[in-house]
């Protein structure tokens, strides 16, 4: 718990820093067209001729408070235009992330159960396909093919469930693949040990011997690898979102960074590290869970 | 003597014939590894010698000749894949792209994995406070979502080549650097280490005679796994227009240029992310491969 908040704080220096990289923000945030009399005004207007630790001070108490300023674009408080463009975000990744369980999981325990099959090495060959397949170029193809041949799917924007299909599936490919191989390869390992030999020797019924023992002893290594595909679909389906036209902070974000409108950046990018953060702190909480072995101190 | 050196991989000493041999074995009865070899050296092949092979000059525009077809869908037969919306050969620009992906997902791969190899054995070796610092600075990078981050540095210090290969690097050195880390400290700990301690052995002479051999292994995997990921995510940043700047030609540009021409033309966003898809394919049944025989501990990568 010390160690995230911890985190969270270095996340927000180094947000804070980001905008400092190249010295000095001020022609940053002016753009290309400013003219030198403009960048000075600018300047001391936004305080950036003052000591960096001063302008890190203020930053902090700002941010502690939920200020980091307002946008430029719509004058609005940036933090409250990234919360309100969370929902959407949250709702595509984690919609991607149950097409990625729900597929992945089953398909890779089936391929283990019948190792070497057909079905288990066209799984293989898929996946390892399908892991080369960029998201976002998918996601146009898809586009392509069911909203422009077809026209059965609309093809941007976020409304009714049909909205989902395409944007949810393009983001979850990646994961689903990966998350299926490795469920294959932990089952696969799991079904190897002697306990389910023990289990099989006293006579346990093949479902009993999968769902109570094989299963159970395959979703340590699972759930860490479910967690961190979580925190990363969370924390970037921004170019999916930018495929789909989806209203959500990934695309708030690709828009921002083109209208060099810093403090929503700003805002999304801490945002989006503490969540990614804090999911990473629930793993590792359920992780203990399911193995008590492993103790945090 | 095949099944030792996949067992053991690397905790022995074997000839560097004899395992090139080995590997060279292995590779002929495994036809994924050997479609992945194909691959990569067809794509290396045609990124060193685009000049010859492109059929135009990727670069000459004419506005009479913008949005053909490919040649077998009506086109003219000197565009093999039609042209863009500048009236630019589709095919040349598709070959020249090759570069970019190449250079920045090999440069990212190896800058990152000379920097997570050193902090790996320094860390794993040495222990103690530097290790305890570098082990949180790389919970740190690893607790920002790596996209979001590319972006925000590109979108402030400005897109180019170089500084495409160091964002992306700063974020897989921890990979490196935590799996070296592991095996150097195990390494650290064996008999034979302590033995060449003993026998007055300096410490850079048992890192580079003793521990360094030892974990090629796991850097060569990571190295040929995150290739692909390297190449993903470099189109998806020059697809949003934060990567190396036009007029160069990157796979991911192009395809940006297609999305707004899904109606009309195909085959310009249908192209680039086939070439990526491949690309990427290849890189990772090569990397699966040398996963495979030289340490499969590390599937979960």
């Known amino acids: 718990m010390f160690h995230a908040i911890l985190l969270i704080k270095c996340v927000l220096v180094v947000v804070f820093l980001l905008l400092h990289i190249t010295g000095d923000p001020t022609a940053i945030i002016a753009g290309p067209d400013a003219t030198a009399d403009d960048i000075v005004r600018l300047r001391t207007l936004m305080g950036f001729d003052q000591p960096l630790w001063v302008q890190y001070g203020k930053f902090f108490l700002g941010a502690v408070q939920g200020d980091f300023g307002k946008s430029f674009e719509y004058g609005e408080s940036a933090l409250a235009l990234v919360f309100e463009h969370l929902p959407a975000s949250f709702e595509l990744a984690i919609s991607a992330f149950v097409l990625s369980v729900v597929i992945g999981v089953p398909l890779g325990c089936l391929a283990a159960f019948r190792e070497n099959s057909l079905f288990d090495r066209s799984f293989i060959g898929t996946t ?15 586009i392509t093919f069911f909203s422009v041949h077809l026209g059965i799917l609309p093809s941007f924007g976020r409304g009714s469930w049909t909205h989902f299909l395409m944007p949810a599936f393009a983001a979850s490919t990646y994961h689903l693949a990966r998350l299926g191989r490795l469920m294959r390869s932990q089952m696969l390992e799991t079904l190897r040990q002697d306990f389910i030999l023990t289990a099989r020797a006293k006579g346990l019924p093949e479902t009993m011997v999968v769902m109570g023992h094989a299963l159970k ?12 595909d979580l925190g990363i679909l969370l924390g970037g389906t921004v170019i999916v979102e930018t495929v789909f036209a989806w209203p959500g902070a990934g695309r708030l974000v690709v828009q921002a960074i083109a209208n060099r409108d810093f403090p929503v950046v700003q805002a999304v990018v801490f945002l989006l590290a503490s969540v990614f953060v804090l999911i990473n702190l629930a ?3 359920i992780y203990a869970y399911l193995d008590p072995r492993i103790e945090y101190s | 003597m095949m099944e030792d050196t996949r067992i053991l991989g690397s905790y022995v ?15 002929r009865r495994d036809w994924s590894a050997l479609l ?4 990569i050296v067809a794509v290396v092949a045609a990124a060193t010698l ?10 000459e525009q004419s506005l009479s000749r913008t949005l053909k077809p490919p040649l077998w869908s009506d086109g003219e037969h000197i565009f093999l894949l039609g042209t863009d919306h500048l009236g630019r050969d589709f095919l040349s620009r598709l070959i020249y792209g090759s570069r970019v992906s190449l250079i920045v997902g090999a440069f990212a791969v190896l800058l990152s994995g000379g920097v997570g ?8 070796y040495f222990g103690g406070k530097v290790d305890l610092v570098m082990m949180r600075v790389a919970d740190l990078v690893l607790s920002f979502p790596f996209i979001l981050l590319a972006l925000a540095t590109i979108a402030i210090v400005g897109p180019s080549l170089t500084v495409l290969i160091v964002v992306m690097s700063l974020r897989i050195w921890v990979i490196y650097a935590r799996v070296v880390r592991g095996e150097a400290l195990k390494i650290r700990g064996m008999e034979y280490v302590q033995a060449a301690h003993a026998m007055g052995g300096s410490h850079t002479r048992i890192i580079c005679r003793h521990v360094l051999p030892n974990v090629m292994a796991p850097v060569i995997i990571i190295a040929s796994l ?58 990772n049944l090569l990397g699966d491969w040398l996963r495979n025989v030289l340490d499969p501990r590390l599937r979960s990568l």
């Not at chain 1, 002893?217 to 961190?228: D, E, R, W």
């Not at chain 2, 685009?50 to 670069?59: E, T, W």
């Not at chain 2, 395809?255 to 898809?277: D, K, M």
């Open chain 2, 50 to 59: 685009a000049p010859v092979l492109a059929p135009m000059d990727p670069y």
């Open chain 1, 217 to 228: 002893n395959s979703a340590i290594p699972i759930v860490t690898v479910m967690g961190l």
């Open chain 2, 226 to 283: 995150y290739l692909g990921r390297m190449i993903v995510i470099e189109s998806g940043l020059s697809f949003l227009g934060l990567g190396v700047p036009p007029p160069t030609p990157t796979w991911g540009g192009l395809l940006s240029e297609g999305r707004t021409h899904l109606y009309n033309a195909w085959w310009v966003a249908t192209f680039p992310g086939l070439a990526i898809t491949f690309t990427v394919w290849g890189a």
């Open chain 1, 283 to 285: 793993v590792d909480l």
């Open chain 2, 36 to 39: 992945g070899v194909f691959i």
């Open chain 2, 13 to 27: 000493h074997i000839g560097a014939m004899e395992r090139a041999a080995s590997l060279l074995s292995s590779l």
């Open chain 1, 128 to 142: 390892v396909f399908v892991q080369a397949v960029p998201d976002f170029w998918l996601g146009i193809m898809m």
């Open chain 2, 117 to 124: 190899l050193i902090v790996g054995l320094l860390t794993g």
